[in-house]
């Protein structure tokens, strides 16, 4: 049995020079045990014809929108459904533009808006395209949603220059599928909930009380679980970050709100990781229209806002809760204390006195602290792999 028995993979082929070694990636695909469709865009068949892959895949190969069709009924859809990977190899910058910009004008860009399956991409042109920033911001564009793009290689290329653009060797690309398609997905099935950023608290129309948290930690562990398989509900305080990929991502403002979406799939949740930075207190009257400036001191009266990782633990089930403790001194002892007083599995403490780490930053360093007594140490990491550290303790506690 080779490792990608029982898959299905639509290959799509664009029109690029390197198109000659897509066949090798069809046929290895396919000794690999993959059942391999291939779609070539018009340009693609100007490099190889439609003949050899049919040979080397066993399969109709489809070009044409509207070509008579005799396997499938809406053939666009059909492909669609039935893949379980969809690789474009080589692509193309005009078709990693495409895709970007959600344009479906023939087989391939239709098939690739129409599919949920996961996309691999491995770009492959001239150098000087593959530097141009559109093609750049197209690229990352396509990775914030959750894309797989393969690296290409460096070395001499067709049109006579040196420099970043080949495509891989095709043992390389469906080596990268096959990991890919093997990968660990310690999260599959489960159901996470991850707060991050601040909550804002409305003073009056334009004003609010709000804190520093940016979301970089909330975001990142969603991103991680949603990697890892995981069906994830991001509720978010305001912040720049952009939704991240495969995540369902519901945006709020206030401690309440965030109360809210989060209460109303708690019961079905497996873990709950409350990293956002949830306001303690809220204005107890929001003035209906903006607060003139009148004597040399304002006070304001403030009341407390619930505690919603307090309630959870008060009504917690089968769920794994994971809290954060954002201190300035006491980390230690202050981060237990929230740890039993909240019914926690465990707590991420750091201190955020310190300039590399907490809030803003790319960074963190924490300490856990365990509900039977465990505690450990981390040093200074980036967020993205301190979602990993995180995701790895919920997954042996969820296991
Ligand atoms: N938290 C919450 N609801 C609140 C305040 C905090 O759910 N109203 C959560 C945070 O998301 C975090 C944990 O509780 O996971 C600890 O938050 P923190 O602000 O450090 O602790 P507090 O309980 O607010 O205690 P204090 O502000 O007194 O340090």
Known sequence: ????????????????????????IASRLRKAGAEVHVIMTREA?????????REITGQPVSVDMWAKVTNFNVEHIALATLADLVLIAPATANIIAKIAAGIADDMLTTTVLATKAPVMLAPAMNTNMYENPVTQGNMAELRRRGMQLIEPASGHLACGIEGK????????IVQEVMDFMTREQPLQGRR?????????????????????????MGYAIA???????????????PSNLPNPAGVRTVRIQTAREMQAAVEAEYGEADAVIMSAAVADYRPKNVAADKIKKSDDELVLHLERNPDILFGLGQQKQQQVLVGFAAETCNVEEYAKKKLTKKNLDFIVANDVSSKDAGFAVDNNRVQL???????????????????????EKVAGILS
């Not at 990608?4 to 020079?17: A, D, F, N, R, S």
């Not at 068949?45 to 892959?53: A, R, Y």
């Not at 653009?165 to 390389?172: A, D, F, K, N, T």
């Not at 129309?205 to 979301?215: A, D, E, I, K, Q």
């Open 165 to 172: 653009g080949r495509l891989p060797e095709p043992v390389q």
């Open 45 to 53: 068949t100007e490099f190889v014809t439609e003949l050899t892959f």
């Open 369 to 391: 602290y365990f509900r039977d007594g465990r505690a450990e140490k981390y040093p200074l990491m980036a967020k993205a792999e301190l979602a990993k550290v995180i995701l």
């Open 192 to 216: 996470i909930i991850v707060t991050a950023g601040g909550t804002i608290e409305p003073l009056d129309p334009v004003r609010y009380l709000g804190n520093r948290s940016t979301g970089k």
């Open 223 to 237: 991103a991680e679980a949603a990697r890892q398989g995981a069906e994830v509900l991001l509720v978010s305080g």
């Open 1 to 24: 049995m080779g490792a990608l028995t029982g898959k299905k993979i639509v290959l799509g082929v664009t029109g690029g020079i390197a198109a000659y070694k897509a066949v090798e």
